[in-house]
Each structure stands twice: as C-alpha cells, then as structure tokens.
C-alpha cells in the first residue's frame, strides 16, 4: 500500500510538472519572438530535469507495485512523461549546439555607445571561427562589417580588450530602465551592457539599407551623466555605404 501510494504522488507530480513544462516552453517560444537572446530558460531546465528523474523514479515504483490498476496506470503516464521529457532534452541539446555564438571586443576603458552596421560592402570581412562570430569594436565605437546581422536566438558575450590583447569578460547586462537615482548616479564602479537593440536605416541618398546593432557599454554613472549618444544619420550621412554584391 505504501508503494502505491508513493507511486500515485509521483504520477500525479510528474502530470502537474508535464502541464508546466509544456506552459514553459508555450512561453519561451512567445518570448522569443520579441526578445531573442534575453530569454531566460534555466527555470525550465530544472523543471525539466526533476520531470525526468521523478519519470524514472515513477517507472521504478509502479514495476514493483502488487496492485494491477496503479501498476499499468503508473507506468504509462510515467513513461509518457519519461518520453517527453527525452524527447525535450534532446531536441534543447541540439538547439543549444546549432545556436550561434557573438563575441563583441571593446577596447578597454571605452565607454558609451556602439554601433555594429551589418552588411556593408567595405566594411570589415567576416571573422567566423564555426558557429563563433567576432566583432572587433574600434575606437570610435562604430564597426562597419561585411557581416550580415544574425536574426533570431544567439549567445553573446562582451569583452574589454586590454593593451596586453587579453579578454577581460563584462558581467553585467541591464535590460531595463536605469533610473536616475542616486545610487546609480554614483555607480562608477560596476561596468556592464545596457539594451542591445537592433535597427535599420536608408537615408534619402543611399542605394542600400543598413540593418545596425547598438548598445551602450560602461557604467551607470558614465550612462547617466556623462554619455554623448552617437548620431548614426550624421555618419552614415558623411560616411556613406556601399552595397554587397549579393545584392541589398
């Protein structure tokens, strides 16, 4: 009786974790489509992982289970569950591995605004390494690369450059407001990225569109009181673009 009943826990858990999980990834894939690479999916994850032991487990009660209408109904949601939960972890593994990969390097010390112009013909060629992409800032804050803009979900991570050529990795990312509080006016410590947000532009004068990536790198402080945002319409306007010859 005792394994009967711990078998209904886990049956009823693993059909409330299963109604979760399918909600979570409803939601993932709605949030996806607005904000890309700012997804969070490790709660997921755990909810996934637990889903698929208690499967396990489940699957392991119900075999030892006397009774024959627990047994076959254990062993069938539990196995539905078990499969499921297989089929996902897969599948995210998968997608995981195909994701591709964005490494901004800023030179160390700058602060500001940045501005990535994807698809332009004299721009920087493309520096690929597999599914890695390395976008090398210059000191003006503007790359104009030959690469076209990756759509969709990607890993990204940001680095200061420092005068030796080592890395050094910036943590923070803000992806809401900063307030001008006064713990954030006095903030000149903490370095990070705010609001990567991507764009397009075709000036009156230009035979291309340009589709941009910008955000601003530094401190809140810097961000607050100190930042003179780039005019990108100005630059393009005095530093005109040439199409790729793939075509617009």
């Not at 307030?179 to 230009?206: H, M, V, W």
Request: charged share 20%; net charge positive; glycine share 8%.
């Amino acid at each position: 009786m005792r394994g009967s009943k711990w078998l209904w826990i886990l049956t009823l858990a693993n059909i409330a974790i299963g109604s979760l999980v399918i909600l979570g990834i409803g939601a993932v894939l709605f949030a996806l489509r607005a904000f890309a690479a700012y997804v969070k999916v490790l709660p997921l994850g755990i909810l996934i992982f637990v889903g698929f032991v208690l499967s396990l487990v489940g699957i392991q009660i119900a075999k030892r289970t006397n009774l024959r209408v627990p047994r076959r109904i254990g062993l069938i949601v539990n196995g539905s569950t078990l499969a499921v939960h297989s089929i996902i972890i897969v599948s995210f593994t998968a997608t995981l591995v195909a994701i591709p990969r964005e490494r901004y390097l800023i030179p160390q010390g700058y602060m500001g605004n940045v501005y990535v112009i994807h698809g332009v013909g004299d721009g920087e060629p493309e520096k690929r390494m597999f599914k890695e992409t390395t976008y090398r800032i210059p000191q003006d804050g503007i790359l104009r690369t030959q690469s076209p803009i990756i759509h969709g979900l990607t890993t990204t991570a940001y680095y200061y450059v420092r005068a030796d050529g080592t890395l050094e990795r910036i943590r923070y990312e803000w992806y809401t407001t900063i307030s001008r509080t006064p713990e954030n006016l006095a903030n000149d410590k903490d370095i990070g990225i705010f609001f990567p947000r991507t764009g397009k532009y075709r000036g009156n004068d230009q035979k291309c569109s340009v589709e941009f990536l910008q955000f601003y790198v530094g401190t809140k402080a810097y961000l607050l009181s100190k930042n003179q945002p780039i005019d990108l319409v100005r630059y393009l306007n005095e530093h005109p673009i040439t199409c790729r010859s793939t075509g617009d």
